[in-house]
């Protein structure tokens, strides 16, 4: 009796397929992922832009080449970086010298052997330098004078 309710309770968490789940894709289960490490820079920070890229099963490729455009709201000249293989999938590239402030697109692109595995495109924004922000931490020895 005990073992036939105990197969009964497994049989019962049993599920066919989730054919709506695998028909439904969110946006981060793009093959192809670019965007900056953070939505907000402030006017001369270095600017880090990240990649990951996925074949058709979700595993990661590596030795890809992920190429990445900048481009101001303006739509003045946009600024081509190739971002590094990290292994893993995962690429990396930095501007180093930052942005003037102003809204950006980042949009990239990957391939290998000449076949293009997919591109998307993101935005993040680049605003004043703010001396509050550049030192967070409290200053107790200010605030007791």
């Given at each position: 009796?005990?073992?036939?309710?105990?197969?009964?309770?497994?049989?019962?968490?049993?599920?066919?397929?989730?054919y709506?789940?695998?028909?439904?894709t969110?946006?981060?289960?793009?093959?192809v992922q670019?965007h900056?490490?953070?939505?907000l820079?402030?006017?001369g920070?270095?600017?880090?832009?990240?990649?990951?890229?996925?074949?058709?099963?979700?595993q990661?490729?590596?030795?890809?080449?992920?190429?990445?455009e900048i481009?101001?709201?303006?739509?003045?000249?946009?600024?081509?970086?190739t971002?590094?293989d990290?292994?893993?999938g995962?690429?990396?590239?930095?501007?180093?010298?930052?942005?003037?402030?102003?809204?950006y697109s980042?949009s990239?692109?990957?391939?290998q052997?000449?076949?293009?595995l997919?591109t998307?495109?993101n935005r993040?924004?680049?605003g004043?330098?703010?001396i509050?922000?550049?030192e967070?931490r409290m200053?107790?020895?200010l605030?007791?004078?």
């Amino acid at each position: 009796m005990f073992e036939a309710m105990r197969l009964a309770s497994f049989t019962s968490r049993v599920q066919g397929p989730d054919y709506t789940r695998w028909l439904t894709t969110e946006d981060d289960h793009k093959r192809v992922q670019i965007h900056t490490s953070h939505p907000l820079y402030q006017a001369g920070e270095r600017i880090d832009v990240v990649g990951q890229v996925y074949d058709e099963s979700f595993q990661p490729i590596e030795h890809a080449e992920v190429t990445v455009e900048i481009q101001d709201a303006a739509h003045g000249r946009p600024i081509a970086l190739t971002l590094e293989d990290d292994g893993n999938g995962r690429y990396h590239g930095a501007l180093a010298e930052g942005l003037p402030k102003g809204d950006y697109s980042v949009s990239g692109r990957a391939t290998q052997r000449g076949n293009i595995l997919g591109t998307d495109d993101n935005r993040f924004n680049v605003g004043d330098y703010d001396i509050e922000l550049s030192e967070p931490r409290m200053r107790a020895d200010l605030l007791t004078q």
